[in-house]
């Protein structure tokens, strides 16, 4: 029951930015009912949802059916709870390593939430993994060979884009030249993904790897699902660990977080018995 | 020159047949109808009793007592044929009604669709026929040849149709009232008297002659007579003189200079473009420098361009010129600065807009891209469709940004066989070659019957080698066989690897390769 409690204001976060004092009173009567650590982590949140110096407010508004701002990116759901934001926030960097499908999932996302997705210099990402995880490709754009300079092109995709994901191939790129990205990425509000190389000191980092397959035996089965464990660390927050699954459903391929697995596991057993 | 072809599609005697349909009388009975006391149409039962155009109504009754007379109402006309009309369209899109009776259509798209023109033409009358219509096929070079060949329901082959005209009296000219002037008649009895008797005769006057003669009238006829385009083809060929250009002194070297004279020579482009009633899809930009070297790029549009995008599109090519890598950049600064549309379309014909809605986000986001074309070429930039397929690689179709969205085979289809979901993260297009082995150390083949002929145990990739942890498949796929050319003969297998890391795996021509990693 508490757990679903967090949930439901985690769930709310990204509106905090309106500050309006009802709305401020209802948030405080809601962490007075949970415990020490539930109220640290909440608390925790709201300072990460404070915009950084120079980074615009606009767009804080809270939706009429209550839909997360526009300031925040919307991601596969079970990442929602690794991402102290709630998403990904526009202008932010993100470094990513290991597992691609983390990549696909968050491009997916972005584009099925309606947002333009752009993937410079990474042609090797499966595209059918990634309509699967349900993006809609008319607003995902492909430059399998942004040239020499990719950080370059990169930086004129930042207006324009929602969520541009840079493959730097592993080449690393100077703090000056990166400083000045950011600065773009920040004033116009798309979040930069760079995999495949070096980009200092990135506000968050994302890494997945992957520890096990299901489905596949030997001689029989396919590869149905496979589970990852993912991990976030940013500006604030220490390095979250959280084992997600990427499973099939009906034709399409959805991640789910490692407690509904367990659920769907025990709820399964439930009803052979 | 371009040869278009024209098919056009005759229901003879439609005001009659329509007129019949209507009174629920039948088709196949004397039907006549009538104008200001004139026939002006009748069945083929009542030809044949000796009714025809021009009789006065209580003659035709005359001659035929148990003709059927109604009178002429071209709104019914027009509802009635619409069913045939929408029957062709269901086949064959983009047909064109000339007048209830008489329609036509593009023949290049429908002769390759059904295979060959006479196929289609089959087609199409089988198609009529199911709606309880007899219609006739005519496929010419040009229009009115072809509605001549409807009535006559032939096949002109490829430049014949001067040929095929020529023999045939003269008063075929006039004998379609849709396609020709009002003061048809009088021309086509004018010449009859000058004893121009058939259509051969006529076009073998001099064009001058008839033009410095006859009226305007008589141009169009003539050139109809010899076989020649009347009227520009629905499908734009392209006005002459369209292109603008513009000497530019001193020399453009920078980007703001360039802006400056992209504009104007955008305003005078579309000017022109506006003075010819087409709007630009393809646009050549074409630049020399003061070293004489020559840059040129086309620039392809899904919808036409506006004046904004014509010269944004050209500040951005010379921007990414003047300002490119070392080896592409000109060595000196631009003299000549030329605009040439390349395709052109109706103005007002819009397409569907590419990112599916026009929301200041999605012109943001297109205008980033084509930004990023400019810099990097037109294939840069690349926006995937779904396609069919059995293999992760052919689900999706890479086309350039602005080109159609056309994919390479049906998504729809069922492609039985599909490597099921998930589909592989990373796809490898360059297909490394790897070794599969089974404990002893034997290569693992796939039989002629599509199973493993020894169980694999053991994977080489490089220098490095796995142990197996698990293995499904082959799944043997036949792609094609009747095509020598794209058709493959392949099975694919999913392995596990002990690291742990799932390959997908596909066999061709005695070797594995990696398609797809699972990560």
């Known amino acids: ?273 | 020159m371009k040869s278009t072809r024209v098919v056009a599609l005759w229901c003879p005697d439609w005001p009659a047949i329509a007129a019949a349909v209507a009174a629920d009388v039948s088709p196949t009975g004397p039907v006549a109808v009538t104008l200001a006391n004139r026939v002006v149409a009748c069945s083929a039962a009542a030809r044949a009793e000796g009714v025809k155009r021009g009789l006065r109504r209580r003659e035709a009754q005359a001659r035929c007592p148990q003709v059927y007379v109604a009178a002429a109402d071209p709104d019914r006309d027009a509802r009635l044929f619409e069913p045939v009309a929408a029957a062709v369209d269901a086949v064959a899109p983009g047909i064109e009604v000339l007048r209830p009776g008489l329609a036509i259509l593009s023949g290049r798209g429908v002769g390759r669709f059904f295979g060959s023109e006479q196929l289609a033409a089959e087609r199409l009358v089988d198609e009529v026929a199911a709606t309880g219509v007899e219609c006739q096929i005519g496929v010419a070079d040009e229009l009115t040849t072809a509605v001549i060949a409807a009535r006559k329901a032939v096949l002109v082959p490829r430049g014949g149709g001067a040929e095929f005209l020529a023999p045939l009296p003269i008063g075929e000219l006039a004998a379609e009232p849709s396609l020709a002037a009002p003061e048809r008649a009088e021309l086509v009895d004018l010449l009859w008297r000058l004893g121009l008797r058939t259509v051969g005769a006529f076009a073998a006057l001099p064009p001058v002659d008839v033009a410095s003669r006859f009226g305007a009238d008589a141009i169009t006829a003539h050139r109809a007579a010899r076989g020649e385009p009347e009227r520009p083809p629905s499908a734009r060929a392209l006005p002459p003189d369209l292109d603008v250009e513009q000497q530019l002194d001193p020399p453009i070297e920078r980007v703001d200079a360039a802006a400056f004279a992209a504009r104007a020579l955008a305003e005078r482009l579309h000017t022109k473009l506006a003075a010819a009633a087409v709007a630009c899809t393809r646009l050549l930009v074409q630049a020399s420098t003061a070293n004489g070297e020559h840059l040129g790029r086309t620039w392809r549009c899904a919808e036409p361009l506006t004046p904004d995008g014509t010269a944004d599109r050209v500040r951005w090519q010379l921007d990414g010129w003047l300002t490119g890598h070392a080896q592409s950049r000109p060595t000196a600064g631009i003299t000549t600065l030329r605009l040439e549309p390349v395709e052109v379309v109706a103005a007002g014909a819009l397409q569907l807009g590419l990112w599916g809605g026009v929301g200041a986000d999605d012109e943001r986001a297109r205008r980033a891209l084509i930004r990023v074309q400019g810099l990097l070429g037109g294939e840069a930039v690349q926006v995937g469709v779904r396609s069919g397929g059995r293999g992760p690689a052919e689900r999706v179709t890479l086309v350039p940004l602005g080109d159609e969205l056309v994919p390479e085979f049906d998504p729809s289809a069922p492609w039985p066989g599909r490597i099921p979901e998930p589909a592989p993260t990373t796809v490898l297009d360059t297909r490394p070659e790897v070794a599969l082995e089974d404990p002893s150390g034997t290569p693992v083949h796939v039989t002629p019957r599509g199973v493993f002929d020894v169980d694999p145990a053991r994977l080489r990739w490089g220098t490095r080698a796995w142990q197996l942890r698990g293995w499904a498949g082959p799944w043997p796929a036949d792609e094609r066989w009747w095509d020598t050319a794209t058709g493959q003969h392949i099975a694919r297998a999913q392995v596990l690897l002990d690291e742990p890391k799932a390959l997908l795996l596909v066999y061709r021509a005695g070797t594995w390769s990696v398609e797809g990693v699972y990560e």
């Open chain 1, 1 to 273: 029951m508490s757990r679903l409690g967090r949930r439901r204001i985690g769930g709310r976060q990204g509106v905090i930015g309106v500050g309006s004092s009802a709305g401020e009173a209802v948030e405080f009567a809601e962490l007075a009912g949970l415990s020490r650590q539930e109220r640290v982590e909440r608390l925790r949140r709201r300072m990460m949802a404070v915009p950084a110096r120079g980074e615009t407010r606009r767009g804080r508004l809270e939706d009429a059916d209550g839909r997360v701002s526009v300031d925040i990116l919307p991601v596969p759901g079970p990442f929602a709870d690794l991402l102290p934001p709630g998403g990904l926030s526009r202008g932010a960097v993100v470094a990513h390593s290991g597992a691609d499908s983390v990549l696909l999932g968050l491009v997916a996302a972005v584009t099925a939430g309606g947002g333009h997705a752009v993937v410079l210099g990474c042609p090797r990402l499966g595209l059918a993994a990634v309509v699967e995880m349900g993006a809609q490709l008319a607003r995902l754009a492909l430059v399998p060979n942004p040239g020499a300079d990719p950080v370059e092109i990169a930086a004129i995709l930042l207006d324009g884009m929602d969520l541009v994901v840079l493959g730097l191939g592993g080449s690393s790129v100077t703090p000056t030249r990166a400083r000045a990205v950011v600065a773009r990425a920040r004033s116009k509000g798309c979040a930069l993904v760079v995999t495949g190389g070096h980009w200092p000191g990135p506000d968050l980092r994302l890494a997945g790897r992957v520890v096990g397959y299901e489905g596949l035996g030997w001689g029989t089965g396919r590869v149905r699902g496979m589970s990852l464990d993912v991990s976030a660390q940013g500006r604030g927050f220490g390095p979250v660990l959280r084992r997600l699954e990427l499973c099939r459903a009906q034709g399409t391929t959805e991640w789910v977080g490692a407690d509904a697995v367990q659920a769907k596991v025990i709820l399964e057993e439930a009803v052979s018995i």
